[in-house]
């Protein structure tokens, strides 16, 4: 008889380090912070913790983090693949493990010097990211060696189609720096974003701007899953998985999923939609607040109508209206998001969608039932919506 | 090297790290209007708030600004470096690295920030600072170490005006023949060259082809459906066996964009790739030239050829109708 995950996990503990642009420490020395945070957090024992999961481009093994933060022995740790398509499939894990007694407390974590080590913007050039040379070899040669070289070949046709602008875009930018304006912890905290300065910010791959990137960040990020009845005797308030899977379709690759027949929409996404809202019936309707992923403004644009928050094309008049906005139908990213807090490859967004549930967002909106999270956008993905106990 | 002697270089040249590279250097002319006409001129960006004062005067600018991308220049030493180098910190670490073979110099990129735009009687003093050295690395031109450099400018009241990193690679040579086959001129450096794309049995015909001028399409021989990029079984039939069609390079634009950031060494930019969506029914990635991205439209008609784009790489090129 198969299992369902809904509500069987809850996650119980998040913990982060400082985000900042040059860390001056290993990647593994922030993610033993990070960890060790998650589990103060939670207020569970280290020696509880029997499972890990972390992506496959990450850089400390979780043999070393385990030694480092005092865990117990494990009896399971995974990896996940698809840079941040992993970030949600990462807590589908721990679930799974959760649900089918593989492990009763897992830790979840991405640690990155990702401004001061390796930098994703720097593209693939002097430093190869992934050991799937093949894939590469059809785009380097012409100069496609950034992540915001592939998006903004999809984004830009959806842009075409639709009559989506620049000015959307920047509802989206200044939107989450808005936010970002109230948080502590994020690089946009303290600096204002006008239009002006959105329209000022120099061309990256045209269309897309600087401000339509996220940023680069050295930091880490943890979280803790455990199972829903567990969550319940610890500390915090339990962020219930009501529903999450993965999600990759036809014609899917890494990034450059250009020969599909239809580059207007996100199939990923829409198939990792119809899951999470079958598996928690729920629908679009249900979601109070959201985070999705938004490494480049335009995915944040089209994943609005992947899950059904609008029709086709419509999501540029859906933004207009404030809809992303503390007021709004939809507050998305109420932290700033990868664009304005930090990009720890999305994982920070899961830690801005358990806060959202247990009331201490730093713009925390009235009556947070259910938030929608999403994985990386243009590659193997997962959604996940989280409820209240 | 050893381990250990890679051990004991890699301890020298991370004591530099965090190092500044020398006292500060305060510019010798602080900023004036007669230095930023000369550099509008010569640049050819001669903005009315960089040379017109009245002008200027009239923007949100308030007055004549100097051009951002002459932060450097305030602080520069001048003509007498070329004869007498600077034995400053960074020297001295170049020094380490000739000592263990790594002789080559490569400088790979550099980026700026700028806080605050500056006007003419501001004092700009540059404070530079040995940033980071990178993991070992097995590039193209070697094995190497990339640096970065970390330059602050200050104006007079001690605030940051902007910033500059700027990055080299100091590597072994990896061939040094080749190196001087490929170079006319005894020291000059050759001319970099486009990442050349990786090859492996599923692609390395396809590449060899293009080399030789043509682009090919792979086929299933089982089901006749054509596929691209190239993979070993046919989606469609699971056969693994396959021939290929030559593409007449007829197409229109399926998507594209244009790239500004980051320069890599070895391509023009602006640098404008689409997604060709071509007459026989697959798509390519590849370069559209000739042509502004704005005057680019999703649906125009284009045609492509197989060209030498540099020293070693044939690609396929596109161009409006
Ligand atoms: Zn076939």
Redesign the pocket.
Known sequence: MPVSLKNEAAIAGIGQTAYTKHSGVSELALTCEAVSNCIDDAGIDPAEIDGLVTYTLDSSDEVEVARSVGLGDLTMYAKINYGGGAAVGLIQQAAMAVATGAAKNVVVYRGMNGRSGQRMGRGVSGDIISSDLIHWSWYMAYGMLTPVSWVTLIANKYMHEYGATSEDLAVVAMTQRQHALNNPAAAGYGKPMTLDDYMNSRLISEPLRLFDCCQETDGACALLITSTERARELKQKPAVIRAVTQASTQGQEQMTSFYRDDLLSLPEMELAARRVYEMSGLGPDDIDAACLYDAFTPEVIMQLESFGFCGRGEAKDFIKDGNLTLGGRLPNNTHGGLLSEAYIHGVNNIAEGVRLIRGQSCNQPQGVEHVLISSGVGVPTGAMILGSS | MTPEETKAFEEKIHAFVGRENGPPKRGNDDVNEAMIRHWAEVMGDELGTYTDAEYAAGTGKGGLIAPPAMLQAWSMEGYPMAENPAQDIQRQLHNVFDAHGFTGVLGTNTSTEFFRDLKPGDQVTAHCIIDTISEQKATGRGIGYFIETLTTYTDQNGEEVGKQVFRVLKFIPADSNDAADSSTEDDSPSVPTRITSPRGHDNSWWWKACDEGKILIQR?T????LRHPPRPM?G????IEWDSIESTLDGEVYSFTTLHYPKIPGYQYPNTVGVIQLSEGTRLVANIVDIDYETIKIGMKVKGSVEQVDEKTMLPVFRPE
Request: aromatic residues 0%.
């Open positions: 299933c089982s089901c006749q459906t046919c469609e039939c699971q056969s």
